[in-house]
C-alpha cells in the first residue's frame, strides 16, 4: 500500500485550518504513543496498533480518521470488522512530527488549551484511563430536552439533502407513493417533501418521545395528518412497519455498527412490497466530507456510546447486493442518494 500525496479542495483545506489546534493534537498524540513509528513503514493493521500500544480500538479508529483526514495516513478496509482496517503512514511524517511538535510546543499547547476536556490528554483516553464526562455528550439523548435538541441540530443540516431530492424529486415520487422516513427526526425533511409533492404522504418512524416535535413541525407547515403522520416505535427492538411504497434512511444507518445497518436494511427489505424501494442519504465518505468529519471524530475519540462512522457507498451498494435488493443506482447532488427495488 503506498499512500499518495494529500489533495484537498478550498473547502475541505478550510475544516482543517479551522481545527488546526484538534489536528495538532492528534498526531502530537499519535508521536508520544508510538504510532508514527509503526504507521510509516507499514502498513499495519488497527489490531495490531491497538494491541502493541494497549489501546481502545474503536477510540484508535476515530484517532486514525482524524489523521486520515489530515491526508497524514492511508486506509484500506478489506472487511467490515474494524481491526483488520490497514494503515499506513506517508513517508518523512515522523520524522516532520518530531521536529515541528517536539516537547517543548507540546507542553505550550497542552497548558494553553487545558480547559478542553480531551485535548492533551488523548493518550489517556486512547488507553481508556479518561473519557468525555456523560454531562458533556450523552448519547443516545435520554431527557426530552436532549432529544428535541439533537433533532433541531438534525433539521439544521437538512438543506444540502433538502437539495438532492428536489433534483431528483420527479422520478423518486411516482403519484400516489406513501414513504415511511425512518428515524426522520422532527419531521422537517417530511414536510417538505410534502409540500413539493402533491401526490406524497410521509410518516415519520422514530422513538415515541418525538411525537410531539413531529406534531409541532406538521402545525407549522400547516399540513393535515394525513399527509404527514407519526408511528412511534424502536427499530432496534421492533420490526419496521409495513404497508409503504419507499422507507428512507436519511443520516441514520451511519450512526450504528455495521452489523446493525445491515440488519435495519434486511428489516426494510422484509416490510417492503415487491416493486417496494429503499432510500440511504447520508454523508458517504469522500477525502472532503471526511475532512468536514474531523471535528466529530476528534470529539467523540471519548464517547464509547456513539460509534458514529462515514462509509463509503460501495458498502451500501455491496450490503444491498448481499440482502436481494437490485437496480441500485446513486443519484448525484450534496448528499448523493443511493436508491434500490425490491425485486
Keep these: 500500500m503506498k499512500p499518495e500525496p494529500p489533495t484537498h479542495s478550498p473547502r475541505a483545506l478550510l475544516h482543517l485550518i479551522f481545527n488546526g489546534a484538534r489536528a495538532v493534537d492528534a498526531v502530537e498524540a499519535a508521536l508520544q504513543l508510538g504510532l508514527l513509528d509503526a504507521l510509516e ?11 502493541r500500544h494497549g489501546l481502545i480500538p ?18 484500506e478496509q478489506p472487511s467490515d470488522a474494524l481491526e483488520s482496517a490497514r494503515y499506513q503512514a506517508v513517508p518523512g511524517l515522523r520524522a516532520a512530527a518530531e521536529a515541528v511538535l517536539g516537547p517543548r510546543s507540546l ?31 450523552d448519547w443516545p439523548p435520554r431527557t426530552p430536552e436532549q432529544v428535541a435538541g439533537f433533532e433541531a441540530s438534525m433539521a439544521a443540516g437538512l438543506p444540502p439533502i433538502l437539495e438532492t ?7 423518486l415520487w411516482p403519484g400516489g407513493t406513501r414513504l415511511l422516513d425512518v428515524g426522520g427526526g422532527d419531521g ?19 422513538l415515541p418521545a418525538t411525537e410531539p416535535l413531529v406534531s409541532r ?21 421492533e420490526p419496521l412497519p409495513r404497508g409503504y411504497d419507499a422507507l428512507s434512511f436519511v443520516r441514520v444507518l451511519h450512526d450504528w455498527p455495521a452489523d446493525t445497518a445491515r440488519a435495519l436494511l434486511r428489516a426494510a427489505w422484509e416490510a417492503l412490497p415487491s416493486g417496494g424501494r429503499v432510500l440511504i442519504c447520508e454523508e458517504f ?21 456513539c460509534v458514529s462512522r462515514l462509509r463509503e457507498v460501495e458498502h ?19 448528499f448523493e442518494l443511493v436508491v434500490a427495488s425490491k425485486p
Excluded at 41 to 51: C, H, N
Excluded at 329 to 334: M, N, R
Aim: charged letters at 25%; proline letters at 7%.
Design 41 to 51: 513503514p507499514g502498513p499495519v493493521t488497527l489490531g495490531e496498533l491497538a494491541s
Design 58 to 75: 474503536g477510540r484508535l479508529y476515530k484517532l486514525l480518521d482524524c489523521l486520515e483526514s489530515l491526508g497524514l495516513v492511508r486506509r
Design 107 to 137: 507542553e505550550k499547547d497542552r497548558e494553553k488549551y487545558a480547559w478542553r476536556e480531551i485535548h492533551g490528554r488523548l493518550p489517556e483516553v486512547l488507553r481508556g484511563e479518561h473519557a468525555m464526562p456523560a454531562a458533556a455528550f
Design 165 to 171: 431530492f428536489r433534483t431528483h424529486g420527479p422520478q
Design 188 to 206: 422537517t425533511l417530511a414536510a417538505h417533501l410534502v409540500r413539493e409533492h402533491p401526490g406524497l404522504t410521509v410518516d415519520v418512524y422514530n
Design 217 to 237: 413541525t406538521r402545525e407549522r407547515h400547516g399540513i393535515p395528518p394525513e399527509r404527514l403522520g407519526f408511528v412511534g416505535g424502536d427499530f432496534l427492538k
Design 285 to 305: 465518505r469522500t477525502p472532503e466530507r471526511l475532512a468536514a468529519q474531523f471535528f466529530w471524530s476528534y470529539f467523540l475519540i471519548g464517547v464509547d456510546s
Design 316 to 334: 451500501y451498494l455491496r450490503v444491498l447486493d448481499e440482502t436481494g435488493f437490485t437496480r441500485a443506482a446513486v443519484l448525484p447532488g450534496p
